[in-house]
C-alpha cells in the first residue's frame, strides 16, 4: 500500500463548530506532516510529528491541535476557527530517521471551507 | 535563509519538450524534489535527485543538476495536455523539512 488517506475530502464548519480531519498511512512511516495550502501557492508545514512525537510546530495557532494516536494515523483537530483558515490541508508521510532523502508522500487533501 | 525560486508560468504546445527551472540558496540540501499538483488534488513525487548527482532520468523525465550555480531543472518530453499542472521543486533540509519553490503552472496547449 503506498498511499496516504485523507478524510472527509471536504468539509464546511462554522466558527464556533468542532471538527477533526483524519489521515492514515500504511507504509510503515514514522514521519507524519500537515501543510496547509491557499490556492496556487506552495505548501506550508504546520506540524511534524517523529516516532509519534511531535517535533516540528510552525508556530501555528493553538486553534489547531494535532495528534498522532500511532504510527499510521494522524489527526488534526480543529476548533474556533476563521474564515481565513479555509484551505486545502494537506497531510504527508516518509519513512523519517534520517537526514534528508525522506520523500514526503501526499493525500489529496481536505479541502476545508470555514464559514 | 532558505529559498527556493521558479518562475511562474510556462506554455508549451503539445509534442514539444517543456523544460522548468528552479533555483535554491541552501548549499547543504541533499536531496531536491519535483512534485507535481492537478486541479484540486494532493501533490505526486514525480522524481528526485541526490546532491552528488548530476542528472537523473526516467522515462520522459529528466532532472538536471547544477550544484556550483545551485540550479534545478525539470525537462519533460513529448508534453501532453495530461501533464498541465503546477510543478513545484522542493529543497530537502535536516530533520526532514521541504522548502518549496513557488510552482510553476505548465500550460499545455493542443
Known amino acids: 500500500d503506498t498511499e496516504v488517506t485523507q478524510t472527509p475530502k471536504h468539509l464546511v464548519m462554522g466558527m464556533t463548530n468542532k471538527k477533526s480531519l483524519k489521515c492514515e498511512q500504511h507504509?510503515?512511516?514514522?514521519?507524519m506532516y500537515w501543510y496547509k495550502q491557499k490556492a496556487k501557492k506552495p505548501p506550508e508545514l504546520m506540524f511534524v510529528?517523529?516516532?509519534?512525537?511531535?517535533?516540528i510546530n510552525e508556530s501555528v495557532p493553538s486553534r489547531f491541535s494535532p495528534e498522532c494516536p500511532n504510527s499510521s494515523l494522524l489527526n488534526l483537530h480543529l476548533h474556533a476557527l476563521q474564515p481565513e483558515d479555509s484551505a486545502l490541508y494537506l497531510c504527508?508521510?516518509?519513512?523519517?530517521?534520517?537526514?534528508?532523502?525522506?520523500?514526503?508522500?501526499f493525500g489529496p487533501g481536505t479541502r476545508l471551507t470555514v464559514l | 535563509g532558505e529559498d527556493v525560486e521558479q518562475s511562474l508560468f510556462l506554455s508549451v504546445r503539445e509534442g514539444d519538450s517543456s523544460v522548468i527551472n528552479c533555483t535554491y540558496t541552501?548549499?547543504?540540501?541533499?536531496?531536491l524534489y519535483w512534485y507535481k499538483q492537478e486541479p484540486g488534488a494532493g501533490l505526486q513525487l514525480l522524481t528526485y535527485?541526490?546532491?552528488?548527482?548530476d542528472m537523473k532520468q526516467d522515462q520522459r523525465l529528466t532532472v538536471l543538476l547544477n550544484k556550483k550555480d545551485k540550479h534545478l531543472s525539470l525537462r519533460i518530453a513529448d508534453t501532453q495536455t495530461g501533464d498541465s499542472a503546477i510543478y513545484f521543486c522542493?529543497?530537502?533540509?535536516?530533520?526532514?523539512?521541504?522548502?518549496f519553490g513557488q510552482g510553476t503552472e505548465l500550460s499545455v496547449k493542443p
Open positions: 510529528y517523529s516516532y509519534e512525537k511531535l517535533s
Open positions: 507504509m510503515g512511516h514514522r514521519a
Open positions: 504527508a508521510s516518509s519513512q523519517g530517521g534520517r537526514l534528508g532523502g525522506n520523500e514526503q508522500f
Open positions: 541552501d548549499s547543504s540540501s541533499t536531496y
Open positions: 522542493a529543497e530537502s533540509l535536516r530533520g526532514g523539512k521541504l522548502i
Open positions: 535527485i541526490f546532491s552528488n548527482m
